[in-house]
Antibody, heavy 115, light 112 residues
Framework: EVQLVQSGGGLVQPGGSLRLSCAASGFTFSSYAMNWVRQAPGKGLEWVSGIIATGFDTYYADSVRGRFTISRDNSKNTLYLQMSSLRADDTAVYYC????????WGQGTLVTVSS | DILMTQTPLSLSVTPGQPASISCKSSQSLLHSDGKTYLYWFLQKPGQPPQLLIYEDSNRFPGVSDRFSGSGSGTDFTLQISRVEAEDVGVYYCMQSIVLPKTFGQGTKVEIK
């Protein structure tokens, strides 16, 4: 069974940093692209970032480019999202998701940016 | 960015009746590889989204056959043949032909 278990998140001040993790199991992690998608409170879904299976290529939404960094450790079956220079409008539930099709999702983790 | 537009934004359905959601994209989602990169998700209350339909019309394993997807190019439809109470939530379409992946605004489905 595919499982994506997220950790990290919480309350951070504007301008601060945070790292999210997504531990994968139940599939060959190193064979699949991965993504981060977020959902602001009461709003719809926004794709944030993606990374190919090898980790050599990464992609970002304009809203986070230059502030967020996606990475992966295929030896640990774990996906990361390093977030810096956080702003109030980054407040959202962040989900990791598998493959181009987003066929499986983590449980989500809330990031709140507030002073 | 490709704009995804869903209609209606909300839907109230009697159990056992059909329902239909439309999704229109600002550009064709038909790739040169012959696949159409349009997806449908359902987000039940308090849960992460779950994939229902991939590449326009393929039902994801484990998804009820009451759900079907159709369409081509820029116009797509998700149909629920007989709505059940467990189908309540917000439905999203998404394109994955180019980055950034973009989602429709969501259609909230309620039971009458």
């Amino acid at each position: 069974e595919v499982q994506l278990v997220q950790s990290g998140g919480g309350l951070v001040q504007p301008g601060g940093s945070l790292r999210l993790s997504c531990a994968a199991s139940g599939f060959t992690f190193s064979s699949y692209a991965m993504n981060w998608v977020r959902q602001a409170p009461g709003k719809g879904l926004e794709w944030v970032s993606g990374i190919i299976a090898t980790g050599f290529d990464t992609y970002y939404a304009d809203s986070v480019r230059g502030r967020f960094t996606i990475s992966r450790d295929n030896s640990k079956n774990t996906l990361y999202l390093q977030m810096s220079s956080l702003r109030a409008d980054d407040t959202a539930v962040y989900y990791c998701s598998k493959d181009r099709s987003l066929d499986h999702w983590g449980q989500g983790t809330l990031v709140t940016v507030s002073s | 960015d490709i704009l995804m537009t869903q209609t209606p934004l909300s839907l109230s359905v009697t159990p056992g009746q059909p329902a239909s959601i439309s999704c229109k994209s600002s550009q064709s989602l038909l790739h040169s590889d012959g696949k159409t990169y349009l997806y449908w998700f359902l987000q039940k209350p308090g849960q992460p989204p779950q994939l229902l339909i991939y590449e326009d019309s393929n039902r994801f394993p484990g998804v009820s056959d009451r759900f079907s997807g159709s369409g081509s190019g820029t116009d797509f439809t998700l149909q629920i043949s007989r709505v059940e109470a467990e189908d309540v939530g917000v439905y999203y379409c998404m394109q994955s032909i180019v980055l950034p992946k973009t989602f429709g605004q969501g259609t909230k489905v309620e039971i009458k």
